[in-house]
Every structure is written in structure tokens, then in C-alpha cells.
């Protein structure tokens, strides 16, 4: 059996591919746009004719630099969660399709709860579980709102295999990021952000048909509009999630010498 730190090598010495860009010019003014209006669902796909329920919406009537891939990523960052511990992958991509025409769409990026460390804290995720989320972005021709829809979970950790907690571990995530998204303002890299939240019923459905490990939801689905608070726009000034829309944040440089140390490890291990 190979050790877990070998794995952990391995996998950060592969970095997962970048991520397209996503222009926002021809973008419809709308809060979101119903999926199931247009062929699609507020399930994702999860294998097997089950689905993760999409419970938080970002509204297309955010910041404009919320919803961008960089935006996003420092947004979810303000609210304790990070991109995936060395942007290593542990689950397989799940596809939603949102109703804009565009048909199932992979995920566009996945986040996990960074226990107070943006660049270490989601390896203790990764270890021994907690919050995380899928973004899907609805920017298709039927409905470019630019909303941003997230499957929101609870999970085990990583010798569960990520199970989402039973018993409620999507209702429980989503009530976990919505509590921290509106207990005041949140800050990260040069930017406050306001959100106000607003319950959709009728869009999931209530119980646990269809859903993903047979867990029951109640739903509901959290609209949140998310502005950009500070006086003077960050964006203005040049801050660098704002004009890219960067997956991973440039790491500290101790993180950088660790996975090149594993990555020299796993180099020599296999000489
Ligand atoms: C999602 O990603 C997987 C693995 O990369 C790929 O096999 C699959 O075709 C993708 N699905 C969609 C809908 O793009
Ligand atoms: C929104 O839904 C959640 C979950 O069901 C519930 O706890 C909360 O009280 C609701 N908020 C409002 C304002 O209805």
C-alpha cells in the first residue's frame, strides 16, 4: 500500500487544467433564470440518475466581479473556503445542466473549506471533511444571467470517501455558507462583500427522490445577492482576481517548497 503522502506527490505534481475565461458583455440583467424552464434541473448529475441539489444561487444582480472565476474564488475565500488542497481533485467532475442552453456543463470549479489557511486548509478538508461546493455558471444562450448556481454539501472526510454527513448534509452545508455569507461583512484580498439572502421554494424538490446518497432535502434554495461594499471599487486599482480568473491563488512560497519536496520524493521513489 502506498503511503498517503506518495499520493499526495503524485497528484500535486499534475495540476488540473486551466480554466476557460467567461465574458459577461452580453449578460442579461436577471437574478437567475429557472432552470427547469428551459429542459434543465436544480439537480446535478451525480452518476447513477441521482443529483446533488444546486441550494445557493449567486444572483446575476451581484457585483459583476463576484461572478467572474477569479471573483468567485476570492468571494468563497471571504467566507473560509479555498480552492481544492493543491488543486488536486479527489471525486469525479459532476455536470449540471441549467436550462440556458448549453446543455450538461461540467462543473466550473470546486471549493472546500479552508479552516482559516487559503493556501493549507483544504488538505485538512480533504482529511477530515467539511463544508465544500460545485459553481456552475449560467451564461448559456437561452439565459445569460451570469447567476451562479452551487451544489452545497457537508462531507466526511477522505476514508468515507467524501460521503456527504448524513443526515442532512446539503440542507446543513447550505445553511452553514448562508450563515457565514450573512452574519455581517466579509473580507478577502482587498475586497467587503454584502450579501442578502432570500429563500426559493418550488425550484428543488422536497425529500429524498433523485438525491444523491438517499439524503433528504427541504427544498429550499438561498437567491444571494452579493455586492461589493467598499468605497472605492478594489477592482479599480488593479487587484489581481479581479481582472483574471485565476484557479489557483499564487501559493506561499513554504507551499511551493513542500510540493517540490513531494514532488523530488515521489521522483526518487519511483528511480
Ligand atoms: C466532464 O468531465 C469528465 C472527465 O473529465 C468527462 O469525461 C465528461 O465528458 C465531462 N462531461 C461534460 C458534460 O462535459
Ligand atoms: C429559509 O429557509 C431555511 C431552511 O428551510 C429556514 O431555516 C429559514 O428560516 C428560511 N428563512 C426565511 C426568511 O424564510
Given at each position: 500500500m502506498l503511503p498517503f503522502s506518495l499520493i499526495v506527490a503524485v497528484l500535486s505534481c499534475f495540476p488540473s487544467r486551466a480554466l476557460a475565461s467567461h465574458g459577461l458583455s452580453s449578460r442579461a440583467l436577471l437574478t437567475f433564470a429557472s432552470p427547469l424552464d428551459g429542459g434543465g434541473s436544480m439537480l446535478n448529475n451525480a452518476g447513477g440518475g441521482l443529483g446533488e441539489p444546486l441550494n445557493v444561487i449567486i444572483s446575476g444582480l451581484s457585483s459583476p466581479n463576484v461572478l467572474t472565476n477569479g471573483g468567485i474564488l476570492n468571494y468563497a475565500r471571504s467566507l473560509g473556503f479555498s480552492n481544492e488542497c493543491f488543486n488536486v481533485h479527489l471525486g469525479d467532475p459532476q455536470s449540471a445542466n441549467l436550462g440556458d442552453g448549453n446543455g450538461p456543463v461540467n462543473q466550473t470549479i470546486e471549493l472546500r473549506q479552508d479552516f482559516g489557511d487559503a493556501a493549507f486548509g483544504t488538505c485538512f478538508e480533504s482529511l477530515i471533511g467539511g463544508n465544500h461546493f460545485r459553481v456552475y455558471r449560467q451564461?448559456?444562450?437561452?439565459?445569460?444571467?451570469g447567476a451562479l448556481f452551487l451544489a452545497v454539501s457537508h462531507e466526511e472526510d477522505v476514508s468515507q470517501h467524501h460521503t456527504i454527513s448524513l443526515p442532512d448534509g446539503y440542507d446543513n452545508g447550505r445553511d452553514l455558507l448562508v450563515a457565514a455569507a450573512t452574519a455581517g461583512d466579509t473580507f478577502f484580498d482587498g475586497a467587503l462583500y454584502n450579501a442578502v439572502a432570500q429563500n426559493v421554494t418550488g425550484l428543488l424538490p422536497v425529500?429524498?427522490?433523485?438525491i444523491n446518497h438517499n439524503i433528504p432535502i427541504d427544498g429550499v434554495a438561498v437567491l444571494l445577492t452579493v455586492t461589493i461594499a467598499n468605497a472605492f471599487d478594489p477592482c479599480a486599482n488593479g487587484v489581481s482576481w479581479c481582472s483574471s480568473a485565476p484557479h489557483t491563488m499564487m501559493p506561499q512560497l513554504s507551499t511551493i517548497a513542500f510540493s517540490v519536496m513531494l514532488c523530488m520524493f515521489m521522483a526518487f521513489s519511483l528511480l
Open positions: 451564461n448559456g444562450p437561452k439565459a445569460n444571467t425529500g429524498a427522490v433523485g
